[in-house]
């Protein structure tokens, strides 16, 4: 039974990243009809960039879990304002292919530096060790990355459903031409919408620096997984990419106890079954 | 919204005479490589890539379909050819059939999973299928994992030609090519390919004519994976090894590079930018992975100056289709 409580802790961990880059992933698509196949590069570059202000600047964990979203956010709203603004009106499809180059110049340019080897980041003091459940032992680092994520989830379900700001996302998103002649700055808000999403993806990168090891390709297959979770989910509602997410990663982590030739497929596996049976996904409306 | 491939739409009537010289040129100065010192490894593995881009460009180019998951078909028909060469010991021209057999019958499955959704999410699921299938190559016994299947033997096709010999099977790769990309073209240029063309620039006025568009872009979805599989299968002569990387994502993500390259919705643009690709990544082999970034920049600047390609901007210039 401890191994299986153990598999479940790692499925709900796995499940925090998917949900977070998922969520992601919606808010990009909804303002910016694009699908960011760069999230995972992104996710990367967070991962990165807390190992640098740990090694080179001595700054803790505490502060990358802040700064690195920031500074990976501001990468990605240059990224909108020099080169995504310019596919606005052409077909979704040219979105996916820059991104795509995107994810390429990225991870290539880390994997020049640093191999494809891991290299280590340690827990941070305060989130040593473990408690012992009786049933489990759990270390606290897991449990932190756990229900933070599900905390982030959360604001970003409440920022975009229940704030006067999420309200004009919401509105811009439906129709931009008329929330901009209403005064909004919608361009603003499309590149700031890009900065969120792509902040998330930093994040979830800082927060499995210490559990997956920082690597330049560590999200370059995650992305994929995302993909099929976005599919499974839908990218209608903020809460289904939420649910989803945290929903794959526990079957993901079950099958990894009861099956685990096929806890690499599963999440595809899914995707083909709920095609078959519901092909707009589980809370996605007619495309 | 504008449709993928509105600026690479032929500005002038299609000129099928302009295309049929072209092709004969193109058919003469390959028939030449053996002749002219060039390295024929190298053209016959671009020849593979070309065909595998042809088949892929029939799927965006006229069907409006963004796969990312092409390699899968390349891969999988690779993999039984070469298990049916290798380990059968069946001859070349079967063990092609084999590959072709099992490219059709992938394309069936993941045609009728992935065609139920369109534009991005289409792209979406293609790529998660091959995802899917590498992590079950990756552990089937019969692909050898990461050793991937080596020594194929080559043997002789029809009892006759020696494929062991450069010159023998550089031929019976370009006859498999151009035999190829006719076939691509005549789906093209038949009713089927009109069809399949205003699917791509207006899919509800295509159902509101009575076309059943699904079942359109099924046929397209499996005619392509078929023809890719075709490739995979001429590329286990060339490189005499099947093996993972064939199946892998970036190996998709490098026939999508190809064809935009080339120009989506040309006829001769896959095979330009398949060469051309194929090309760089000889010359900047010693690069590493500065290589991924060069082909990451491509992508940006196609994307962001040339969506025409190559050979869309040519056919532009001059006011010809291509």
Not at chain 1, 86 to 106: E, N, P, Q, S
Not at chain 1, 120 to 139: A, H
Not at chain 2, 241 to 267: F, K, R
Request: glycine fraction near 12%; proline fraction near 4%.
């Amino acid at each position: 039974m401890q191994a299986l409580y153990a598999q479940l802790l790692v499925g709900l961990i796995n499940g925090s990243f998917y949900a977070l880059l998922s969520l992601g992933l919606a808010v990009i698509f909804g303002m910016l009809n694009i699908i960011n196949f760069a999230h995972g590069a992104l996710y990367m570059m967070g991962a990165f960039v807390a190992y640098f202000l740990l090694n080179l600047g001595g700054i803790s964990y505490w502060w990358a879990l802040l700064l690195a979203p920031i500074i990976v956010g501001i990468f990605g709203m240059i990224l909108e304002r020099t080169m995504l603004k310019f596919l606005a009106g052409l077909d979704h499809l040219y979105g996916l292919l820059l991104t795509f180059g995107i994810a390429l110049i990225v991870q290539g340019v880390f994997q020049n530096y640093f191999g494809s080897s891991g290299l280590p980041y340690s827990i941070p003091d305060q989130l040593k060790g473990g408690v012992n459940l009786g049933f489990m032992f759990l270390p606290i680092y897991r449990a932190w990355v756990v229900i933070f994520s599900l905390v982030v989830c959360i604001a970003t379900w409440f920022l975009i459903e229940k704030t006067r700001l999420g309200a004009y996302l919401r509105a811009a998103t439906e129709n931009p031409t008329l929330v901009r002649a209403f005064g909004v700055n919608v361009p603003r808000m499309i590149t700031l919408t890009y900065g969120l999403g792509v902040g998330l993806a930093a994040l979830a990168g800082v927060l499995s620096a210490p559990i997956n090891q920082v690597r330049p390709l560590m999200g370059a297959d995650l992305i994929i997984v995302v993909f099929a979770v976005v599919v499974i989910g839908g990218m209608g509602s903020i809460m289904g990419s939420i649910i989803t997410g945290f929903a794959l990663g526990v079957i993901e982590g079950l099958t990894k106890y009861f099956y685990p030739e096929a806890s690499n497929t599963v999440v595809f596996v899914l995707m083909v079954l709920v095609l078959l049976v519901k092909p707009t996904g589980l809370t996605g409306r007619a495309a | 919204m504008t449709a993928l491939t509105d600026d690479t739409l032929p500005v002038a009537p299609r000129a099928i005479r302009d295309e049929m010289i072209v092709f004969v040129v193109m058919a003469l100065l390959l028939a030449s490589v053996p002749f002219s010192g060039i390295y024929p490894f190298f053209v016959m593995q671009a020849l593979c890539f070309a065909l595998l881009a042809c088949a892929f460009n029939l799927l965006i180019g006229y069907g409006g379909l963004l796969s990312f998951g092409h390699a899968m078909f390349m891969g999988t028909a690779g993999y039984c050819s070469a298990h049916a060469l290798k380990v059968w010991a069946l001859p070349p021209e079967l063990g092609i059939l084999v590959g072709i057999a099992a490219a059709f019958g992938l394309s069936l499955i993941t045609g009728y999973i992935s065609i139920r959704r369109q534009g991005i999410y289409f792209s979406m699921i293609t790529l998660a299928l091959s995802q899917l299938l590498y992590f079950i190559y990756l552990q089937a016994p019969f692909t050898h994992g990461e050793d991937g299947i080596q020594g194929i033997p080559q043997g002789r096709m029809f009892g006759l030609l020696d494929l062991s010999k450069p010159t023998v099977l550089y031929y019976v790769v370009l006859v498999g090519f151009l035999a190829g990309f006719l076939l691509i073209y005549r789906i093209i240029n038949s009713p089927f390919g009109e069809v399949l063309k205003s699917i791509r620039e207006n899919e509800p006025r295509a159902i509101s004519l009575g076309y059943r568009t699904d079942q359109y872009k099924f046929l397209a979805f499996v005619l392509s994976g078929t023809l890719a599989g075709f490739a995979g299968s001429l590329k286990v002569f060339v490189a005499q090894n099947a093996s993972l990387t064939d199946v892998h994502w970036s190996m998709s993500g490098e026939v999508v590079l190809m064809t935009l390259v080339g120009g989506l919705g040309t006829i001769f643009g896959p095979v330009v930018g398949a060469f051309a690709i194929i090309a760089m990544q000889q010359y900047l082999a010693g690069f590493g992975q500065w290589v991924t970034v060069i082909q990451g920049s491509i992508f940006v600047i196609c994307v962001l100056t040339f969506r025409r390609g190559v050979v869309g901007e040519v056919a532009h210039y001059f006011r010809r289709s291509l």
